[in-house]
Protein backbone atom coordinates (compact mmCIF):
# COMPACT_ATOMS: atom_id res chain seq x y z
CA UNK A 1 0.00 0.00 0.00
CA UNK A 2 1.38 3.47 -0.84
CA UNK A 3 -1.81 5.81 -0.45
CA UNK A 4 -2.28 7.07 2.89
CA UNK A 5 -4.25 6.48 5.54
CA UNK A 6 -6.02 8.94 8.36
CA UNK A 7 -4.00 7.26 11.40
CA UNK A 8 -5.58 8.51 14.76
CA UNK A 9 -2.19 7.08 16.43
CA UNK A 10 -1.92 8.26 20.08
CA UNK A 11 1.82 8.31 19.76
CA UNK A 12 3.96 7.68 17.47
CA UNK A 13 1.35 10.00 15.50
CA UNK A 14 0.85 11.20 11.95
CA UNK A 15 3.47 14.11 10.98
CA UNK A 16 2.96 16.95 8.12
CA UNK A 17 3.00 15.39 4.71
CA UNK A 18 5.29 18.09 3.47
CA UNK A 19 8.11 16.68 6.15
CA UNK A 20 7.71 13.23 5.05
CA UNK A 21 8.27 14.41 1.31
CA UNK A 22 11.09 16.51 2.48
CA UNK A 23 12.73 14.07 4.59
CA UNK A 24 12.54 11.39 1.42
CA UNK A 25 13.92 13.51 -0.62
CA UNK A 26 16.79 14.23 1.17
CA UNK A 27 17.50 11.10 2.46
CA UNK A 28 19.72 9.98 0.12
CA UNK A 29 22.04 12.72 0.20
CA UNK A 30 21.00 16.24 2.10
CA UNK A 31 21.49 18.62 -0.63
CA UNK A 32 24.73 20.24 -0.56
CA UNK A 33 26.31 17.60 1.71
CA UNK A 34 26.08 14.52 -0.76
CA UNK A 35 25.48 12.00 2.31
CA UNK A 36 22.36 11.24 3.92
CA UNK A 37 21.80 12.29 7.49
CA UNK A 38 21.67 9.04 8.47
CA UNK A 39 25.10 8.93 7.61
CA UNK A 40 26.81 12.26 8.63
CA UNK A 41 28.78 12.87 11.83
CA UNK A 42 27.00 14.50 14.98
CA UNK A 43 30.70 16.58 15.03
CA UNK A 44 30.38 17.75 11.46
CA UNK A 45 29.10 21.49 9.89
CA UNK A 46 25.86 19.99 8.12
CA UNK A 47 25.00 18.43 11.71
CA UNK A 48 25.70 21.19 13.55
CA UNK A 49 23.60 23.27 11.42
CA UNK A 50 20.55 20.74 12.05
CA UNK A 51 20.74 20.92 15.56
CA UNK A 52 21.42 24.93 15.85
CA UNK A 53 18.34 25.58 13.54
CA UNK A 54 16.11 22.72 15.65
CA UNK A 55 16.74 24.85 18.52
CA UNK A 56 16.38 28.07 17.03
CA UNK A 57 12.82 27.23 15.40
CA UNK A 58 11.60 25.97 18.56
CA UNK A 59 13.00 29.10 20.62
CA UNK A 60 11.15 31.74 17.85
CA UNK A 61 8.24 28.91 17.85
CA UNK A 62 7.51 29.12 21.65
CA UNK A 63 9.52 32.19 22.40
CA UNK A 64 11.50 30.82 24.79
CA UNK A 65 13.96 33.15 26.90
CA UNK A 66 17.08 33.30 26.91
CA UNK A 67 17.76 32.30 30.39
CA UNK A 68 16.03 28.53 29.37
CA UNK A 69 18.25 25.53 27.86
CA UNK A 70 16.99 23.54 25.06
CA UNK A 71 18.31 19.82 25.18
CA UNK A 72 18.27 17.22 22.83
CA UNK A 73 17.74 13.75 25.18
CA UNK A 74 17.27 10.34 24.48
CA UNK A 75 15.05 7.79 26.97
CA UNK A 76 11.26 8.94 25.81
CA UNK A 77 9.67 11.24 28.34
CA UNK A 78 9.63 7.68 30.81
CA UNK A 79 13.54 8.77 31.31
CA UNK A 80 12.51 12.43 32.60
CA UNK A 81 10.47 11.02 35.06
CA UNK A 82 13.21 9.47 36.93
CA UNK A 83 15.82 12.37 35.54
CA UNK A 84 14.05 15.26 36.62
CA UNK A 85 14.17 13.66 40.56
CA UNK A 86 17.48 13.18 39.88
CA UNK A 87 18.49 16.15 39.19
CA UNK A 88 15.90 18.39 40.47
CA UNK A 89 14.39 17.12 43.80
CA UNK A 90 17.09 17.59 46.86
CA UNK A 91 17.26 15.27 49.62
CA UNK A 92 16.03 17.54 52.12
CA UNK A 93 13.06 18.57 49.66
CA UNK A 94 9.92 16.72 48.93
CA UNK A 95 7.91 17.72 45.48
CA UNK A 96 4.19 17.87 44.97
CA UNK A 97 2.55 16.10 42.11
CA UNK A 98 -1.16 16.46 40.64
CA UNK A 99 -2.44 13.23 39.23
CA UNK A 100 -5.01 13.50 36.88
CA UNK A 101 -4.27 10.63 34.68
CA UNK A 102 -2.05 7.68 34.34
CA UNK A 103 0.81 9.53 32.80
CA UNK A 104 1.24 11.58 36.03
CA UNK A 105 0.49 8.76 37.99
CA UNK A 106 3.53 7.08 36.18
CA UNK A 107 5.80 10.20 36.58
CA UNK A 108 5.14 10.49 40.39
CA UNK A 109 6.11 6.29 40.38
CA UNK A 110 8.87 7.02 39.17
CA UNK A 111 10.00 9.95 41.23
CA UNK A 112 9.14 7.73 44.46
CA UNK A 113 11.90 5.43 44.22
CA UNK A 114 14.65 8.61 44.06
CA UNK A 115 13.32 10.62 46.59
CA UNK A 116 10.59 12.22 48.71
CA UNK A 117 7.13 13.07 46.64
CA UNK A 118 4.08 14.33 47.67
CA UNK A 119 0.17 13.90 45.74
CA UNK A 120 -0.78 17.43 46.00
CA UNK A 121 -4.09 16.49 43.74
CA UNK A 122 -5.82 13.65 42.55
CA UNK A 123 -8.29 12.84 40.31
CA UNK A 124 -7.81 8.81 40.51
CA UNK A 125 -11.70 8.31 41.84
CA UNK A 126 -13.38 9.49 38.81
CA UNK A 127 -11.17 7.43 36.49
CA UNK A 128 -9.08 10.80 35.65
CA UNK A 129 -11.57 12.30 33.69
CA UNK A 130 -11.71 15.67 34.98
CA UNK A 131 -9.04 18.49 36.41
CA UNK A 132 -8.93 18.97 39.89
CA UNK A 133 -10.85 22.04 41.32
CA UNK A 134 -8.64 24.42 43.19
CA UNK A 135 -9.70 23.75 46.57
CA UNK A 136 -8.75 20.06 45.84
CA UNK A 137 -5.20 21.12 45.45
CA UNK A 138 -2.97 21.29 48.60
CA UNK A 139 0.59 22.24 47.68
CA UNK A 140 3.62 22.50 50.17
CA UNK A 141 4.95 26.20 49.68
CA UNK A 142 8.57 24.00 50.07
CA UNK A 143 7.86 22.16 47.55
CA UNK A 144 11.12 21.82 45.47
CA UNK A 145 8.88 21.44 42.35
CA UNK A 146 5.32 20.63 41.16
CA UNK A 147 4.77 18.46 38.95
CA UNK A 148 1.63 18.17 35.72
CA UNK A 149 1.03 16.23 33.15
CA UNK A 150 -0.88 19.43 30.53
CA UNK A 151 -2.58 16.85 28.70
CA UNK A 152 -3.52 13.39 29.62
CA UNK A 153 -2.59 11.18 26.42
CA UNK A 154 -5.46 8.19 27.99
CA UNK A 155 -8.06 10.11 29.04
CA UNK A 156 -7.85 12.96 26.99
CA UNK A 157 -7.69 15.53 29.94
CA UNK A 158 -5.96 18.93 29.23
CA UNK A 159 -5.07 22.09 31.30
CA UNK A 160 -6.22 25.11 29.62
CA UNK A 161 -3.89 27.04 31.22
CA UNK A 162 -1.09 26.74 34.02
CA UNK A 163 -1.77 25.50 37.66
CA UNK A 164 -0.71 27.90 40.35
CA UNK A 165 2.17 26.76 42.26
CA UNK A 166 3.34 29.87 43.64
CA UNK A 167 6.94 30.21 43.82
CA UNK A 168 7.35 26.70 43.29
CA UNK A 169 9.12 26.03 39.98
CA UNK A 170 6.52 24.00 37.91
CA UNK A 171 7.58 21.14 35.81
CA UNK A 172 5.10 19.83 33.40
CA UNK A 173 5.29 16.79 31.00
CA UNK A 174 4.02 18.41 27.93
CA UNK A 175 4.43 15.16 25.82
CA UNK A 176 1.13 14.77 24.41
CA UNK A 177 0.44 18.26 22.99
CA UNK A 178 3.57 20.02 23.42
CA UNK A 179 4.13 22.94 20.17
CA UNK A 180 0.13 22.85 19.84
CA UNK A 181 -0.94 25.48 21.53
CA UNK A 182 1.14 28.70 22.84
CA UNK A 183 2.81 28.17 25.81
CA UNK A 184 3.94 31.02 28.33
CA UNK A 185 7.54 29.38 28.89
CA UNK A 186 8.57 31.70 31.72
CA UNK A 187 6.07 30.16 34.03
CA UNK A 188 7.86 26.84 33.82
CA UNK A 189 11.08 25.79 35.55
CA UNK A 190 11.26 22.99 32.95
CA UNK A 191 9.00 21.34 30.15
CA UNK A 192 9.50 18.29 28.84
CA UNK A 193 8.13 16.33 26.22
CA UNK A 194 8.80 12.63 24.08
CA UNK A 195 8.37 14.03 20.48
CA UNK A 196 6.65 11.01 19.02
CA UNK A 197 3.26 12.79 19.01
CA UNK A 198 3.60 16.58 17.87
CA UNK A 199 6.86 17.09 17.32
CA UNK A 200 8.68 14.82 15.36
CA UNK A 201 9.71 10.81 15.31
CA UNK A 202 10.15 8.27 18.59
CA UNK A 203 13.77 8.78 19.73
CA UNK A 204 14.16 12.04 21.10
CA UNK A 205 12.79 13.97 24.31
CA UNK A 206 12.99 17.81 24.44
CA UNK A 207 13.62 18.98 27.83
CA UNK A 208 13.68 23.07 28.41
CA UNK A 209 14.89 24.31 31.45
CA UNK A 210 15.74 27.30 33.49
CA UNK A 211 19.40 28.34 34.45
CA UNK A 212 18.83 28.62 37.78
CA UNK A 213 17.60 24.61 38.29
CA UNK A 214 20.91 23.75 36.49
CA UNK A 215 22.47 25.44 39.73
CA UNK A 216 20.22 22.05 42.18
CA UNK A 217 21.47 19.06 40.38
CA UNK A 218 24.02 17.20 42.41
CA UNK A 219 27.21 15.96 42.24
CA UNK A 220 28.28 12.91 41.03
CA UNK A 221 25.42 11.85 38.52
CA UNK A 222 26.18 9.52 35.42
CA UNK A 223 26.94 12.20 32.98
CA UNK A 224 24.37 10.73 30.63
CA UNK A 225 21.22 11.16 33.72
CA UNK A 226 22.92 14.70 33.99
CA UNK A 227 20.75 18.07 32.88
CA UNK A 228 24.07 20.00 33.79
CA UNK A 229 26.42 17.85 31.30
CA UNK A 230 23.61 17.67 28.53
CA UNK A 231 23.87 21.82 28.42
CA UNK A 232 27.29 22.14 29.00
CA UNK A 233 27.83 20.09 25.88
CA UNK A 234 24.88 21.15 23.62
CA UNK A 235 22.83 17.86 23.66
CA UNK A 236 26.13 16.26 22.40
CA UNK A 237 28.14 14.65 25.10
CA UNK A 238 27.20 11.23 23.38
CA UNK A 239 25.77 10.77 19.90
CA UNK A 240 22.31 12.01 19.90
CA UNK A 241 19.61 10.65 17.78
CA UNK A 242 20.50 12.60 14.63
CA UNK A 243 17.57 11.81 12.55
CA UNK A 244 15.01 12.21 14.97
CA UNK A 245 16.51 15.48 15.61
CA UNK A 246 16.44 16.48 12.19
CA UNK A 247 13.19 15.58 11.99
CA UNK A 248 11.69 17.86 14.49
CA UNK A 249 13.85 20.71 13.11
CA UNK A 250 11.48 20.13 9.50
CA UNK A 251 8.72 19.97 11.89
CA UNK A 252 8.99 23.22 13.36
CA UNK A 253 10.05 24.81 10.50
CA UNK A 254 6.42 23.75 8.96
CA UNK A 255 4.68 24.92 12.14
CA UNK A 256 6.75 28.19 11.58
CA UNK A 257 6.31 29.09 8.04
CA UNK A 258 4.01 27.10 6.81
CA UNK A 259 1.53 26.90 9.48
CA UNK A 260 2.11 30.14 10.84
CA UNK A 261 2.99 29.51 14.44
CA UNK A 262 1.11 28.32 17.22
CA UNK A 263 -1.65 30.56 17.25
CA UNK A 264 -2.39 29.58 13.98
CA UNK A 265 -2.16 25.71 15.11
CA UNK A 266 -4.37 26.56 18.14
CA UNK A 267 -6.87 27.25 15.93
CA UNK A 268 -6.69 24.55 13.37
CA UNK A 269 -6.57 22.26 16.62
CA UNK A 270 -9.66 24.22 18.08
CA UNK A 271 -11.95 23.75 14.71
CA UNK A 272 -10.69 19.91 14.58
CA UNK A 273 -11.94 19.02 17.79
CA UNK A 274 -15.09 20.64 18.03
CA UNK A 275 -15.74 19.04 14.79
CA UNK A 276 -15.29 15.63 16.55
CA UNK A 277 -16.74 16.79 20.03
CA UNK A 278 -20.24 18.06 18.56
CA UNK A 279 -20.68 15.16 16.72
CA UNK A 280 -20.11 13.17 19.91
CA UNK A 281 -22.60 15.33 21.70
CA UNK A 282 -25.22 15.65 18.69
CA UNK A 283 -24.98 12.01 18.96
CA UNK A 284 -28.42 11.58 21.43
CA UNK A 285 -25.77 9.97 24.00
CA UNK A 286 -24.85 7.05 21.68
CA UNK A 287 -21.29 8.20 21.71
CA UNK A 288 -20.32 9.43 25.17
CA UNK A 289 -17.29 11.16 25.87
CA UNK A 290 -14.49 9.86 28.61
CA UNK A 291 -13.48 13.58 30.13
CA UNK A 292 -15.49 16.36 31.19
CA UNK A 293 -16.59 18.95 28.58
CA UNK A 294 -14.47 22.32 30.47
CA UNK A 295 -11.20 19.72 30.48
CA UNK A 296 -11.27 17.90 26.91
CA UNK A 297 -8.52 17.72 25.47
CA UNK A 298 -7.90 18.96 21.86
CA UNK A 299 -5.20 16.28 20.78
CA UNK A 300 -6.79 12.83 21.99
CA UNK A 301 -10.54 12.47 22.53
CA UNK A 302 -11.58 9.17 24.36
CA UNK A 303 -15.09 7.78 23.74
CA UNK A 304 -17.18 5.19 23.89
CA UNK A 305 -20.27 3.62 22.70
CA UNK A 306 -23.60 1.88 23.67
CA UNK A 307 -21.49 -1.86 24.21
CA UNK A 308 -18.14 -3.04 23.73
CA UNK A 309 -19.42 -5.33 21.24
CA UNK A 310 -20.48 -2.51 19.26
CA UNK A 311 -16.85 -0.57 20.20
CA UNK A 312 -15.23 -3.60 18.56
CA UNK A 313 -17.38 -3.76 15.56
CA UNK A 314 -17.09 0.21 14.90
CA UNK A 315 -12.78 -0.33 15.12
CA UNK A 316 -12.86 -2.92 12.52
CA UNK A 317 -15.03 -1.26 10.13
CA UNK A 318 -13.32 2.17 10.28
CA UNK A 319 -9.92 0.42 9.93
CA UNK A 320 -11.27 -1.08 6.98
CA UNK A 321 -12.45 2.44 5.73
CA UNK A 322 -9.22 3.99 6.35
CA UNK A 323 -9.40 5.28 9.70
CA UNK A 324 -6.64 3.85 11.76
CA UNK A 325 -5.61 3.60 15.17
CA UNK A 326 -8.86 4.36 16.92
CA UNK A 327 -8.69 1.46 19.55
CA UNK A 328 -9.03 3.37 23.00
CA UNK A 329 -6.81 2.40 25.68
CA UNK A 330 -7.80 -0.50 27.94
CA UNK A 331 -8.13 1.86 30.96
CA UNK A 332 -10.94 3.82 29.12
CA UNK A 333 -11.89 1.44 27.20
CA UNK A 334 -14.21 2.60 23.56
CA UNK A 335 -12.21 4.71 21.33
CA UNK A 336 -9.59 6.96 21.33
CA UNK A 337 -9.26 9.97 18.10
CA UNK A 338 -6.20 10.95 18.45
CA UNK A 339 -5.98 14.67 16.39
CA UNK A 340 -2.39 16.26 16.64
CA UNK A 341 -1.17 18.91 15.32
CA UNK A 342 -0.68 17.36 11.83
CA UNK A 343 -3.51 15.64 11.15
CA UNK A 344 -5.60 16.92 8.50
CA UNK A 345 -8.86 18.22 9.04
CA UNK A 346 -10.20 16.00 5.79
CA UNK A 347 -9.44 13.37 8.22
CA UNK A 348 -11.75 14.25 11.25
CA UNK A 349 -14.46 15.25 8.69
CA UNK A 350 -14.54 11.51 7.31
CA UNK A 351 -14.45 10.20 10.89
CA UNK A 352 -17.09 12.25 11.71
CA UNK A 353 -19.14 11.11 9.17
CA UNK A 354 -18.51 7.78 9.59
CA UNK A 355 -20.28 8.47 12.97
CA UNK A 356 -23.42 9.29 11.81
CA UNK A 357 -23.69 6.84 9.52
CA UNK A 358 -22.89 3.68 12.24
CA UNK A 359 -24.95 4.76 14.37
CA UNK A 360 -27.93 5.08 11.64
CA UNK A 361 -26.63 1.84 10.80
CA UNK A 362 -26.49 0.92 14.89
CA UNK A 363 -28.65 3.02 16.87
C1 LIG B 1 1.71 12.41 28.49
C2 LIG B 1 2.73 11.33 28.27
N1 LIG B 1 3.80 11.25 29.07
C3 LIG B 1 4.73 10.30 28.94
C4 LIG B 1 4.62 9.35 27.95
C5 LIG B 1 5.71 8.31 27.82
O1 LIG B 1 6.50 8.71 26.78
P1 LIG B 1 7.75 7.83 26.27
O2 LIG B 1 7.15 6.67 25.54
O3 LIG B 1 8.46 8.81 25.37
O4 LIG B 1 8.55 7.42 27.44
C6 LIG B 1 3.55 9.38 27.06
C7 LIG B 1 3.44 8.36 26.00
O5 LIG B 1 2.45 8.17 25.37
C8 LIG B 1 2.57 10.38 27.25
O6 LIG B 1 1.51 10.44 26.44
Not at 131 to 142: K, R
Not at 223 to 248: H, L, R
Not at 322 to 333: A, I, N, P
Not at 335 to 352: D, K, M, T
Request: proline fraction near 5%; glycine fraction near 8%; charged fraction near 20%.
Amino acid sequence: MSERIFNFSAGPGVLPESVLKQAQRDLYALPGVGMSILEVSHRSAPFETVIQEAEADLRALLSIPDNYKVLFMQGGASTQFALLAMNLLPKDKSADYLLTGSWGAAAFKEAKKLGKVREAASTADTNYNRLPASTEITLDPDAAFVHFTSNETIFGVEFQDEPTSGTVPLVCDMSSNFVSRPVDVSKYGMIYAGAQKNAGPAGVTIVILRDDLLERVPAGLPSMFDYQVMAKNGSMYNTPPCFSIYICGLVFKWLLHEIGGLDKVLELNQRKAKLLYDSIDHSDGYYRGHAETNCRSLMNVPFRLPSEELENQFVKEATAAGLDGLKGHRSVGGLRASIYNAFPEAGVARLVSFMDEFRKRNG
